[in-house]
């Protein structure tokens, strides 16, 4: 085999929520109750639109998210031996962009470098100049050529998406009519999105799109690495969060008494606590565990890994409360409810209760919770990360992107690219994260849907 | 009422002793402080005889919860249980690492803190009920669709992006005001206006758009027909009626918030380079100083059980349902 | 007299066009009193509402006019409707509880509508605020002004709103369901103030309601409304002695009373269309038991009559009036269930036996949450049912008779006294002992249905499913097919399709809904059905399919019915025995002819007095004042007392005992 599959502990739990996620929609899909308010979702053009561009995100952190360790050319004896670094298709495919790095920084579009060097050229005279950059812009003779060939390069590209995107819409077209999306402004963001991608790869093959980082590498590069990291981590905390979270709500609510008393205690203690300080506390914690056992990873990439999976878990428990709270103010409310009543009156268990009855009808709750809880979350990665106990150093993340970009930020002239990068890509994340979330509360909070009880 | 109050601190009791258990087990139990002085001497340079020192040094050469070499109440007290968490019921924190005491450390710095969190609480109130009270007068016209629109984009911007957009834009390109630092008396203002008016910006759009929510659930209401039945003009319904109703729930996330304001903001203040609380515990954070870390969970929590008791009190004087009891 | 109110052709839609209020023409005259009478979504509300421009978002005026003291209502500017809101026209609602704003005190509320139509301020407001008060009848009313709502009961609190009203001096009042939420007793006392109100002021009354004794008592001109439009106008005399249109005849078929004991009641089957779903012919047609084709084509033109009423129907049409006698005939005996119930046998031995029930709950206070006193909810209730028989439980809200059939069915845990089900004691038994003890455990034999369909079925199950429950629990029925054939014979039995069973509650409406419920509590074969208001959330024509329902399946399976409820007519039509429950006791009892026909206690006398009648005679005008006293804190001696005209020193001071009057009718009164 000339690779390794390496399943890390993230990818794992990613896994895990990506099947969970396909069940679910599998159930939801026969049960036309269920169903109802998905499709006022799917009827709302805003929340396609961002869908659409959430799913790209999905993809390249879905893509990244599948590891393994390339088989080196040499032996160890019949036996492969592999590479230590481990790698993800998504790094596979975009190799040339991971690869070609510079010597350090350089702006979006640069043939040189941000700053001056000594540089010998032909003859050997010894020049205070800015450098030719190793692979940006490389192809270009003359600097002057540069301006022209990028809008050439960028039409081009663009060009060749929108040709890929139309054929995309023009397979999809029936399957939209049929399901009852909005056709033409999804057609539009299709257009415009395979337009964007075709240009942005287009130029990146021989320029930097947004520049290169104090080590020379990529921002673009960097930026759509951090996707995942963003994804996990506004995610698999949800899959910590939620079973706790429902669970003792849910049995709070419904039980009262001392079950109840219990419950809340333990909510007010953590919830008294400042999010931050408990979180920082927590991770202060995990980083003494780590540091003084080296020996539990085989690797770098293990580590920082297993960092992130504990900052989900902190995040998780740390999280659950306000969720919680809801949810036990919804059972109290439904507990008083006639049908629980009817249901006690059989003797049904308490157990039976909970699960057919009340679960069912808190579900809208949680699921607003978490399509809510999804956006801060991202944000609040980079907030972590600026304070020091946000995922390993090592771990690209729009956070020690941020965090890097910073210190460079009393520099003249200003490095503003990679800044600019990770705020932007985070800020198109967060946006279509919230717009579809709005569309799923709207759909689906029963308070809202006022206008169809009229009369 | 009264009775109600010292049930209400009663309850606190067990809450702060769970706080403080919790802390507890997070730094001297999950590791022992063997741990922590290993990581921070740096796990090349440990020797035995470092560790027992940096120990010493800090207090944390004791037993964790019983000291049997110690005899009567000692077996108790001199353990680093009794020592490090239970002192800090009385608001004794300890010394820090480099030695100062953090109880004097707190005091000095809350000044610091709440000049920029008071201002920054107070006029972002008016203006996020302000603005929401606007969208909520022009609803379901192309400006309140405007507003809520700029709300999502506003709060889908990270909180880092206001303040070095802010620094760059304010104090870099146009030299309003300096780009950080803090001073008392007359100079304060132009060292606050910056930090208060991001504060401000950054919470507009999550803020906004929730009282909307809460004054449009409100207007739906029955007593808001009789309201408007009785010939009183939108604007009247709308400040006579709504704002009052809608005050209740607000409240229970305003006033909650009230005493933390005294531990600062953590970003502002270390970004602009304040000396108050939140840049004390950023500062904390960073260099790993447990102590202070740990003293500022507790502070933490005491002052946001204090603001559950605050929110109580204000219920009664806005709702004339509530009575406490 | 002139006309005050003239509305013409009003159109009320939603924005995409479904009409809400279709084309309604009436007039209101000075001093009259003008009925709109209607089922729940019929657009009487929002008509009124149409008039005052206060239609809800989503909902717009799309034609019409409408002259309100010569001044044409939607050629005003906003500003300028203003000034007649509150003004020469004020209205008040349905829920006085939600009507009131909290948080202002009521004083600062009327004085608000003062400021705007008086120009009264300050003092001179505070003043007038009290007159207003104590003219609406609220005592101490001084005092009061700086009181806030939640202070005030709920017949209180429809005072105050009166008062609001009353404010601005309006020549025309709008009242919406004005005595839907409250109790009869206090019913009679509104309706009566507003009586007064009218006489002392001159105003008109415009009143939306859909019961029709409250329009026999207070109405001159009566609108029918059904679907939208005006389907019969008459004036009330005309209408109560010769209905014309089949939906109004219908209706006052409908209605149970003891004169129909015997006998199935004329339910109007299915139930009123959404608006906007019926586009051609007359919509009544589909539950009408007169139409022909004719009704399903053509959408029948209003028609005047000659005495100055109106009618939209087919058969008083141009042309049609030969057609008429024959059609009225057939269509008559149509509707009308074949059949007359057989007078069940009496059967001594008693299925339910309930001697001293107590439910009280504890009010803590304090820094440690010490008990400090008991709500009396239920304070000491003996009854018994035998099988086969309907015992109703009657009384006002608040009196302890939900929480009572609770406690027997053991959803409440009761404080003392026994609860036996055929022999079998049910107290102190622990959930899983009412389950476990087989196909005949106390658990299955006595079951609940409940009030609200819309609350009583989890909408994330399926009907089959919501059937299947009860019997999983309580291992009824080997195996899934013979379930399945059980869930076959119980839809039967309610008469819904089969087909029901493999959709969801939403897809229903109220009276379906109500029939799965009674479905749910058949399938576990009980003995006894606790029925807690089963139809007072239903339409007069859906509540009588119910009632027809419960008759029948008592006929058919010999069931037991502790039937509780507070509307009397039900009672007189479907119970056999009766308990008047005051205050978590029962202040008298006995078989349904006794109680209702000669009551002896007070409060029975005083209730039955309050209840509208639509025959609009045997009213006697025995007024209760005051509200319900709170069962945590019971006036001492017997409960009753301080509302009570008979009251004597002895009251006050002892609880009476219970006292037979009769073999069967007892009572609790010290002058019984």
Redesign the interface.
């Given at each position: 085999m000339s690779f390794m599959p390496i399943i890390l502990w993230s990818d794992a739990l990613v896994f895990l929520l990506l099947a969970s996620g396909i069940a679910t929609a599998w159930y939801v899909r026969r049960r036309e109750h269920l169903l109802l308010p998905w499709r006022r979702v799917a009827q709302n053009a805003t929340a396609m639109v961002s869908l659409l561009v959430l799913s790209l995100f999905l993809l390249v952190g879905l893509l990244d998210t599948l590891h393994y360790r390339a088989a080196l050319p040499e032996t160890n004896g019949g036996e492969t031996v592999y590479s230590p670094e481990v790698l993800s298709v998504f790094d596979k495919l975009v190799e040339p962009l991971r690869l070609q790095t510079e010597k350090t920084y350089s702006a979006p579009f640069a043939l040189t470098l941000y700053a001056k060097e000594s540089i010998s050229d032909a003859q050997g005279n010894v020049l205070h100049d800015y450098p030719r950059l190793r692979y940006g812009g490389a192809h270009l003779a003359d600097v002057a050529q540069r301006n022209g060939d990028v809008v050439k390069r960028a039409l081009t590209g663009a060009l060749g998406g929108l040709l890929a995107g139309l054929l995309i819409a023009l397979g999809s077209r029936r399957w939209l009519v049929q399901h009852g999306l909005p056709l033409r402004p999804m057609l539009i963001a299709t257009l415009l999105l395979a337009a964007l991608i075709g240009a942005t790869a287009h130029l990146a093959a021989a320029y930097h799109v947004l520049g290169t980082d104090k080590v020379g590498q990529d921002v673009l590069y960097l930026s759509l690495k951090s996707i995942r990291t963003g994804l996990i981590i506004g995610t698999v905390t949800t899959l910590v969060m939620l079973p706790l979270a429902l669970f003792l709500g849910v049995a709070a609510g419904y039980f009262r008494g001392w079950v109840d008393d219990v419950i809340q205690y333990l909510y007010t203690v953590l919830s008294s606590i400042p999010s931050v300080l408990l979180i920082a506390a927590a991770v202060l914690m995990m980083q003494v565990t780590i540091d003084t056992h080296p020996h539990w990873f085989d690797n770098s990439a293990a580590r920082a890994d297993l960092r992130l999976v504990f900052l989900c878990l902190i995040l998780g428990v740390t999280s659950w409360t306000g969720l919680c709270r809801l949810l036990r103010g919804e059972t109290l409310k439904l507990r008083e409810l006639e049908y629980i009543q009817a249901a006690q009156s059989f003797g049904v268990s308490s157990l039976r209760i909970l699960t057919r009855h009340i679960m069912p009808n808190v579900m809208h709750i949680i699921l607003i919770a978490l399509v809510m809880d999804f956006s801060a979350l991202v944000l609040a990665e980079a907030v972590l990360s600026y304070v020091g106990v946000g995922v390993d150093p090592s771990m690209i993340s729009f956070g020690t992107m941020i965090n890097a970009a910073r210190l460079e930020m009393g520099r003249e002239p200003m490095v503003w690219w990679a800044l600019t990068a990770a705020f932007g890509f985070m800020l198109v994340l967060v946006l279509a994260a919230n717009l579809f979330a709005d569309a799923v509360r709207d759909a689906f909070d029963p308070r809202l849907n006022r206008t169809e009880a009229v009369a | 009422m009264l009775?109600y109050l010292?049930?209400r601190i009663?309850y606190a009791v067990?809450?702060l002793i769970?706080?403080n258990l919790?802390?507890f087990t997070?730094?001297f139990v999950?590791?022992t402080p063997d741990?922590?002085a290993?990581?921070q001497i740096g796990?090349k340079r440990v020797t035995p005889e470092a560790i027992e020192k940096w120990k010493l040094q800090r207090g944390y050469d004791k037993p964790l919860l019983v000291n049997s070499a110690a005899s009567g109440a000692g077996k108790l007290t001199d353990t680093i249980f009794w020592q490090k968490s239970a002192s800090m019921f009385a608001f004794d924190f300890g010394y820090s690492d480099d030695g100062r005491s953090i109880g004097r450390e707190i005091v000095t710095r809350m000044g610091p803190s709440l000049a920029i969190a008071l201002p920054t609480f107070f006029i972002g109130l008016v203006a996020y009920v302000s603005f929401a009270l606007l969208m909520t007068l022009f609803?379901?016209t192309a400006l309140d669709i405007a507003g809520v629109a700029l709300c999502?984009?506003l709060?889908?911007?990270?909180?880092?992006?206001y303040i070095?957009g802010g620094?760059?834009l304010v104090s870099k390109l146009w030299h309003l005001v300096p780009i950080s630092g803090y001073a008392g008396g007359a100079d304060s203002f132009k060292f606050m206006a910056l930090p208060i008016l991001i504060g401000v910006v950054g919470g507009i759009g999550s803020s906004s758009r929730w009282y909307r929510t809460i004054f449009l659930?409100e207007i739906?209401?029955?007593?808001v027909?009789?309201?408007?039945?009785?010939?009183?003009?939108e604007l009247?319904v709308l400040f006579?009626?709504v704002l009052?109703?809608a005050m209740?729930p607000i409240l229970t996330g305003v006033v909650v918030v009230i005493p933390?304001l005294f531990?600062g903001s953590?970003?502002t203040e270390s970004f602009f380079g304040i000396p108050g609380l939140g840049s004390y515990?950023?500062d904390a954070?960073?260099a790993?100083d447990?102590s202070v870390?740990?003293a500022?969970?507790f502070l933490?929590?005491a002052l946001?059980?204090a603001g559950l008791i605050l929110t109580d009190i204000s219920y009664t004087m806005?709702?004339?349902?509530v009575r406490l009891? | 007299m002139s006309a005050l109110l003239e509305v013409n052709n009003l159109i009320t839609q939603l924005r995409n066009g479904t009409r809400i209020v279709d084309d309604i023409s009436f007039g209101i005259r000075t001093g009259e009193t003008f009925a709109l009478l209607g089922e729940s979504g019929c657009g009487k509300s929002m008509t009124a509402l149409s008039l005052l421009r206060l239609l809800p978002d989503g909902v717009v005026h799309a034609g019409g006019t409408a002259q309100l003291d010569g001044v044409e209502l939607f050629g005003l500017r906003e500003r300028e409707m203003r000034g007649v809101r509150g003004g020469t026209a004020a209205m008040i609602f349905q829920e006085p509880g939600l009507s009131l704003n909290p948080v202002l005190t009521v004083g600062q509320q009327i004085a608000e509508a003062l400021a705007l139509h008086q120009d009264l301020r300050g003092a001179a407001a505070q003043q007038r605020c009290a007159e207003l008060l104590a003219q609406v009848g609220i005592p101490d009313a001084a005092r009061r002004v700086v009181e806030y709502p939640f202070q005030f009961s709920g017949g209180m609190k429809q005072r105050v709103m009166i008062a609001m009203a009353l404010a601005g001096q309006p020549r025309l009042l709008i009242a919406d369901e004005p005595t839907t939420a409250l109790d009869v007793t206090i019913q009679a006392q509104v309706l009566q103030l507003l009586r007064d109100t009218q006489d002392a002021t001159g105003m008109s009354l415009l009143l939306i309601t859909h019961d029709l004794g409250v329009v026999a008592e207070m109405a001159h001109q009566v609108g029918v409304m059904y679907a939208g439009q005006i389907i019969e106008q008459a004036s009330r005399t005309q209408l109560f002695a010769k209905p014309l249109h089949p939906y109004t005849q219908q209706l006052f078929a409908a209605l149970p009373d003891a004169g129909r004991r015997g006998e199935p009641l004329a339910a109007i089957p299915g139930s009123v269309p959404p608006p906007g779903s019926i586009t051609r012919g007359c919509r009544f047609a589909p539950r009408c038991g007169k139409a022909w084709e004719l009704c399903g084509e053509q959408t029948p033109e209003w028609t005047m009559l000659e005495d100055g009423g109106g009618v939209r129907c087919h058969l008083y049409g141009e042309g049609r009036r030969g057609k008429r006698e024959g059609e009225i005939q057939k269509g008559s005996e149509a509707k009308i269930e074949s059949g007359v119930y057989p007078s069940p046998l009496s059967l001594p031995s008693s299925l339910l036996e309930v001697s001293d029930l107590k439910v009280h709950f504890p009010i803590r206070k304090g820094i440690l949450q010490r008990v400090v006193g008991q709500v009396k909810a239920v304070d000491g209730v003996s009854l018994a049912i035998p099988q086969g028989r309907t015992l109703a439980l009657v009384g006002e809200s608040g009196c302890g008779k939900t929480t009572l059939g609770k406690a027997l069915l053991q959803l409440i845990p009761p404080t003392a006294g026994s609860v036996q089900l055929a022999g079998r004691e049910l107290t102190g038994l622990a959930a899983r002992e009412l389950r476990t003890r087989g196909f005949r455990a106390p658990g299955a034999a006595m079951q609940m249905v409940f009030q609200d369909p819309y609350a009583s079925l989890n909408p994330k199950m399926r009907v089959a499913e919501i059937l299947e429950e009860g019997m999983a629990a309580l291992n009824i029925g080997s195996g899934s097919v013979a379930r399945q054939t059980l869930i076959d014979t119980l839809l039967d039995q309610v008469g819904l399709a089969r087909s029901a069973k493999w959709r969801y509650p939403h897809e229903f409406s109220g009276g379906q809904r109500q029939r799965i419920a009674i479905a749910r509590a058949l399938a576990v074969s009980p003995q006894l059905l606790i029925c807690d208001e089963p139809t007072s959330a239903l339409d007069v024509s859906v509540q009588a399919q119910i009632l027809n329902l419960l008759k029948s399946l008592q006929q058919e399976l010999n069931l037991s019915y502790l039937f509780i409820t507070h509307n009397l007519a039900v009672v007189e039509y479907i119970a056999h025995e009766v308990c008047v429950m005051y205050l978590g006791r029962i202040v008298e009892r006995g078989k349904t002819e006794e109680v209702l026909r000669a009551p002896r206690h007070p409060y029975t006398q005083a209730l039955l007095s309050a209840v509208p009648r639509i025959d609009g005679k045997g009213r006697g005008r025995i007024r209760l004042d005051g509200d319900l006293p709170s069962p945590a804190n019971p006036p001492p001696g017997c409960h009753f007392a301080p509302r009570c005209g008979l009251a004597s020193a002895r009251c006050h001071e002892a609880s009476p005992e219970e006292r037979n009057v009769a073999a069967t009718h007892s009572v609790r009164c010290h002058h019984a």
């Open positions: - | 009775a010292l049930r009663l067990p809450i769970g706080v919790l802390t997070l730094f999950v590791n741990d922590m290993r990581m796990i609803r379901a999502v984009l709060m889908s911007v990270s909180g880092l992006f070095i620094q760059f659930e739906g209401k029955d007593y027909r009789t309201a408007r039945a009785k010939g009183l003009s009247a006579r009626h009052k109703n209740i933390l531990m953590l970003l515990t950023i954070i960073n790993q447990f870390v740990r500022m969970v933490g929590s946001y059980i806005v709702d004339p349902r009891s | -």
